[in-house]
């Protein structure tokens, strides 16, 4: 069988990719960088376009859609770094008062204590007394560590959104090394006509393509064994495609004017969200044994 999105499902790709690019360009991705602080404006603005609400039912409020549509969303936001507590604020609406709307920003204390975004945030799902600043290798992700914090299993949706975030990495990633391939050129030709940087994107490409079937798939049935495997796929497609991207860019992908590096910054901060991929490991391995 085939499975490919809807018309509807295309648009509202195509809409939250065109509001993201007007609202969320490279200008304010620097600026985001030199500066890390939350755009309320902008947060709002998610609100109002229903990118909180979106699974909330009609009946309350709420643009009444599923996890698939979820996921090519958080994919989307992904692709152009947008900073922010997303999907803590995503799982809050229709139960935190303002989160639906974008007026209320939330943050959740993660399984092992890390809380993003903590200092801008209006409401903490958690205890987060006792929370000490981190230094978060991502310039875009602001790190609090709450000492001997142990939380339960990771919520089965803030893994796939965290899978969905994940996908859209290893596609950016993807996309910027082609780019530079054809357009870089030593002796003479274009490096993407050498064959190992060939390989190097091929496997780019695989691998995102892998974890984009198992994270649609997931979204479709939220079976949590599904989900945890989609999980560990899309962390793989988002940290081994951002340093290979690195590596067809060269000694330019470390620079603070590339895009590359700080792609894998928050593909490293992701991979620790909801539980990490240890859990992830765990659920399957439990699931094969049974």
């Known amino acids: 069988m085939r499975f490919q999105l809807t018309a509807d499902q295309r648009a509202l790709r195509g809409g939250v990719r065109e509001m993201l690019a007007r609202r969320f360009?490279?200008?304010?991705?620097?600026?985001?960088?030199?500066?890390?602080?939350?755009?309320?404006?902008?947060?709002?603005?998610?609100?109002?376009?229903?990118?909180?609400a979106l699974r909330v039912p009609e009946a309350d409020g709420g643009v009444g859609l599923g996890l698939p549509e979820a996921v090519l969303v958080f994919?989307?936001?992904?692709?152009?770094?947008?900073?922010?507590?997303?999907?803590?604020?995503?799982?809050?609406?229709?139960?935190?008062?303002?989160a639906a709307e974008g007026e209320v920003v939330v943050a959740d204390v993660g399984r092992d204590g890390l809380?993003?975004?903590l200092d801008e945030a209006d409401v903490v799902r958690g205890d987060a007394a006792g929370a000490v600043p981190l230094r978060s290798v991502d310039p875009l992700t602001p790190l609090h560590r709450v000492p001997g914090a142990t939380g339960g299993p990771g919520d089965p949706v803030a893994v796939l959104l965290t899978a969905?975030?994940?996908?859209?990495?290893?596609?950016?990633?993807?996309?910027?090394?082609?780019?530079?391939a054809r357009t870089r050129e030593q002796f003479g030709q274009p490096i993407g006509a050498f064959q190992a940087v060939k390989h190097l994107c091929a496997q780019m490409l695989v691998r995102a393509e892998t974890a984009r079937a198992a994270v649609y798939a997931a979204a479709v049935t939220a079976d949590p064994v599904d989900i945890a495997a989609a999980r560990l796929?899309?962390?793989?497609?988002?940290?081994?495609?951002?340093?290979?991207?690195?590596?067809?860019?060269?000694?330019?992908?470390?620079t603070w004017e590339c895009e590359v590096q700080l792609h894998l910054k928050r593909a490293w901060v992701r991979a620790r969200r909801a539980g990490g991929g240890a859990e992830s490991e765990e659920s399957l391995a439990v699931d094969l044994l049974a």
């Open 25 to 52: 360009g490279g200008g304010a991705l620097r600026a985001a960088v030199e500066e890390p602080r939350l755009d309320r404006a902008l947060w709002r603005e998610l609100g109002a376009a229903g990118f909180f």
């Open 75 to 98: 994919e989307e936001a992904a692709r152009v770094l947008l900073p922010g507590p997303l999907v803590a604020t995503h799982l809050a609406a229709g139960v935190v008062d303002g």
């Open 115 to 117: 809380v993003e975004w």
């Open 164 to 180: 969905a975030e994940q996908l859209g990495t290893a596609t950016r990633v993807c996309e910027l090394a082609v780019q530079h």
């Open 233 to 254: 796929l899309a962390d793989e497609a988002a940290e081994r495609g951002a340093r290979d991207c690195l590596q067809v860019h060269g000694g330019m992908g470390f």
